[in-house]
């Protein structure tokens, strides 16, 4: 790699749920560009596919394994990771909202009570973990750079996506007052957005029928209505821009990679 290439060099980043999929992609990307990538999971073996794909490309990483719904889990995660390695420069917030054990797209009406607060915690208390674990390190660092990743239904209303729309909703802004309130650390905090990604489709549980149809539901509206695929390395390539120094002048701030499927505000 090209000494241009390494802007990350000697950063220490983590990157939760980057055992598949958006993480794994935002993993490399760090790592291709020369900072040492903790891979946060939970499965330790899926966790180690990563870290060897990563060496071998000739890139630094290491497994932390922690469920991103225990607070607690993460708070030792992010203390193990500072003590091991020294400092927390980078956090990409990720993962939880699209794996296995959460919901998936319900019209209101369709949804219990116990689905409300697991969209919020899939959706955004997973994030707001993962940014208070690191905030301490962070600080004592000297700063840092914070990029969560979320959805476009936060920025735009979306059938079926009431309460995914609303927790991201609910994050968006969270992120802009943290950017002005740690900006006083040197802590830079933004946000990447996404809609339909063509290699990354979702295992969570089922949804309302109306929107889960096989060959006519929810996923393929998406699909028909974006202008441009979007795969797993374009969320990369943009998690990557925020975290690198060319995006110093840039906090509070939500890019949308979406393939043009609609220009949110």
């Given at each position: 790699?090209?000494?241009?290439?390494?802007?990350?060099?000697?950063?220490?980043?983590?990157?939760?749920?980057?055992?598949?999929?958006?993480?794994?992609?935002?993993?490399?990307?760090l790592a291709s560009q020369g900072a040492t990538v903790v891979?946060?999971?939970?499965?330790?073996?899926?966790?180690?596919?990563?870290?060897?794909?990563?060496?071998?490309?000739?890139?630094?990483?290491?497994?932390?394994?922690?469920?991103?719904?225990?607070?607690?889990?993460?708070?030792?995660?992010?203390?193990?990771?500072?003590?091991?390695?020294?400092?927390?420069?980078?956090?990409?917030?990720?993962?939880?909202?699209?794996?296995?054990?959460?919901?998936?797209?319900?019209?209101?009406?369709?949804?219990?009570?116990?689905?409300?607060?697991?969209?919020?915690?899939?959706?955004?208390?997973?994030?707001?973990?993962?940014?208070?674990?690191?905030?301490?390190?962070?600080?004592?660092?000297g700063g840092g750079k914070i990029v969560a990743i979320g959805?476009?239904?936060?920025?735009?209303?979306?059938?079926?996506?009431?309460?995914?729309?609303?927790?991201?909703?609910?994050?968006?802004?969270?992120?802009?007052?943290?950017?002005?309130?740690?900006?006083?650390?040197?802590?830079?905090?933004?946000?990447?957005?996404?809609?339909?990604?063509?290699?990354?489709?979702?295992?969570?549980?089922?949804?309302?029928?109306?929107?889960?149809?096989?060959?006519?539901?929810?996923?393929?509206?998406?699909?028909?209505?974006?202008?441009?695929?979007?795969?797993?390395?374009?969320?990369?390539?943009?998690?990557?821009?925020?975290?690198?120094?060319?995006?110093?002048?840039?906090?509070?701030?939500?890019?949308?990679?979406?393939?043009?499927?609609?220009?949110?505000?």
């Amino acid at each position: 790699m090209s000494q241009q290439a390494q802007v990350l060099e000697g950063k220490i980043a983590i990157v939760t749920g980057a055992t598949a999929f958006i993480g794994k992609a935002a993993a490399g990307k760090l790592a291709s560009q020369g900072a040492t990538v903790v891979v946060n999971g939970r499965n330790p073996e899926a966790g180690a596919r990563v870290v060897e794909e990563i060496e071998a490309q000739g890139g630094k990483a290491v497994f932390e394994r922690a469920d991103l719904m225990d607070p607690a889990q993460v708070q030792a995660m992010a203390d193990r990771v500072a003590e091991r390695l020294g400092r927390i420069d980078i956090l990409v917030a990720s993962g939880a909202g699209a794996s296995t054990d959460s919901p998936s797209f319900r019209l209101f009406k369709d949804m219990e009570i116990a689905h409300f607060e697991a969209y919020i915690r899939a959706h955004w208390l997973t994030r707001v973990y993962a940014i208070r674990a690191v905030y301490p390190h962070m600080r004592k660092a000297g700063g840092g750079k914070i990029v969560a990743i979320g959805t476009d239904a936060g920025r735009v209303a979306t059938v079926g996506e009431s309460f995914i729309g609303g927790a991201t909703g609910g994050m968006m802004q969270m992120c802009r007052v943290l950017a002005r309130e740690l900006g006083r650390e040197n802590i830079r905090v933004n946000m990447v957005a996404m809609s339909y990604i063509s290699d990354a489709e979702p295992r969570w549980q089922e949804g309302s029928e109306a929107l889960m149809k096989k060959g006519a539901g929810m996923l393929e509206g998406l699909k028909k209505r974006m202008l441009f695929d979007v795969r797993c390395q374009d969320i990369g390539n943009a998690v990557a821009f925020f975290a690198g120094p060319e995006s110093d002048a840039i906090t509070g701030q939500t890019l949308s990679v979406n393939g043009g499927l609609s220009t949110p505000g």
